[in-house]
């Protein structure tokens, strides 16, 4: 496997760092773009394990840090899903600038949503598959519920996640509110395989079923 380090900026004029890994011994037949989970980075090692595996197929693919989060400059606590979905655009915008254009998004947890949205909005992607996303970006908020009133009454909070502390705004509950994954998912005319374990206790296999219900076949 090749890899190569890559800057590009999104919409807002943001850095992000991302890698793009290319096969070893062959060209590219096709560009997978790969959204990690929420605080999550591209090194994550299931996201370093499915790229090595997508090129060894002959894939390449863009795995790179959201806005505010690994080596990508921003703030995070100024980020929101509405922002995830837009960095995944400029990234599908580098890789036909650069390389070719994606024809399969990847996104892991909340990733998965993105890229569900991002596909929406991108002609050349073909198909989508999700990694233990949730149905609804609000799933998210699940993980916040001890600070839900604080941050509706002081406006942010200091959330622990994984172990790391991540300031959590309002704007980021609001914006949630704002998507409706099933409403993209049956419009977004792509095929979709939906990846989940019965055994995830953060994100309920319920979810796959109604991500995988909402939309149309090829799934």
Do not use: W
Not at 9 to 16: F, S, T
Not at 45 to 56: C, G, H, M, P, Y
Not at 98 to 113: D, E, K, Q, T
Not at 122 to 131: D, N, Q, R, Y
């Amino acid at each position: 496997m090749n890899l190569q380090k890559i800057i590009f900026k999104n919409h807002d004029g943001v850095e992000l760092v991302g890698r793009i890994d290319l096969p070893a011994d062959q060209l590219a037949h096709n560009f997978v773009l790969f959204a990690h989970c929420f605080t999550c980075t591209k090194n994550l090692s299931a996201v370093k394990n499915i790229s090595r595996s997508l090129t060894s197929a002959g894939f390449g693919v863009l795995r790179f840090d959201f806005t505010g989060l690994g080596e990508s400059d921003g703030d995070f606590a100024d980020t929101n899903f509405s922002g995830n979905v837009e960095d995944l655009i400029a990234a599908a915008e580098y890789l036909e600038e650069h390389f070719a254009s994606p024809s399969l998004l990847v996104g892991h947890s909340l990733g998965g949503a993105a890229v569900i949205f991002a596909a929406s909005q991108l002609g050349s992607v073909k198909a989508v598959a999700t990694i233990g996303s949730p149905s609804s970006p609000k799933h998210i908020q699940h993980l916040l519920m001890n600070s839900l009133d604080e941050i509706e009454k002081k406006g942010m909070a200091i959330v622990n996640l994984g172990g790391r502390d991540f300031t959590i705004k309002k704007h980021f509950l609001d914006d949630l509110e704002l998507h409706s994954l099933p409403e993209v998912a049956k419009n977004i005319n792509k095929a979709l395989l939906v990846m989940h374990s019965p055994q995830d206790i953060t994100v309920g296999i319920k979810n796959a079923e109604e991500i995988y219900l909402a939309a149309h076949h090829p799934k």
